[in-house]
């Protein structure tokens, strides 16, 4: 599987990239090389959103995960940039309301960070909650695209997940 390691203003990126879509992308501590149209373009649109000079990602998705995860991880990609949602958020709109863990458990185990923005999601009582990327990325994340403003996001290490 073509993958490659990127350098971002967070610390190394891992791209993978699967029959013509990306399959993963995370934050990593070690290199990875690898050649391929799709990492290239995935690698551009990367840093130009770190440059502030993208919003949206014009990329071909394949996250792998259960129905619910993946309707979940659509709920998330239809979050704008600039907007955060809470837990509650996503599950009302998901239509079950109960299902606060489940999402909260779907954003977690996202496959593809950034390109489907689980650091979008915030407690809530507008707390910075776990990213597996770690809360400062998470800040850092929040800050670039200037939702921290509207969430006024303090710490919390209440919640393990995305």
């Known amino acids: 599987m073509p993958s490659r390691t990127?350098?971002?203003?967070l610390g190394p990126l891992h791209l993978r990239v699967e029959a013509g879509a990306v399959v993963g992308?995370?934050?990593v501590d070690g290199p990875a090389l690898?050649?391929?149209p799709l990492l290239d373009a995935a690698a551009s649109q990367l840093l130009a959103y770190f440059a502030g000079q993208r919003r949206s990602?014009?990329?071909?998705?394949?996250?792998?995960g259960t129905p619910f995860q993946r309707t979940v991880w659509e709920a998330l990609g239809a979050i704008p940039?600039?907007?955060t949602r809470t837990y509650r958020e996503l599950a009302v709109q998901l239509g079950d309301p109960g299902a606060l863990r489940a999402v909260g458990r779907a954003n977690g185990s996202n496959p593809i960070a950034l390109l489907i923005p689980c650091h979008r999601v915030i407690g809530a009582d507008g707390a910075l909650t776990g990213y597996a990327g770690g809360l400062d990325r998470k800040r850092a994340l929040l800050e670039l695209e200037g939702s921290l403003r509207q969430a006024a996001l303090p710490y919390s290490s209440s919640s393990?997940?995305?």
Not at 57 to 64: E, G, K, N, S
Request: net charge negative.
């Open 6 to 9: 990127l350098p971002s203003p």
């Open 25 to 27: 992308l995370a934050f």
């Open 34 to 36: 690898g050649d391929n």
């Open 57 to 64: 990602f014009d990329l071909p998705l394949a996250p792998q």
């Open 81 to 83: 940039y600039g907007q």
């Open 160 to 162: 393990s997940s995305r």
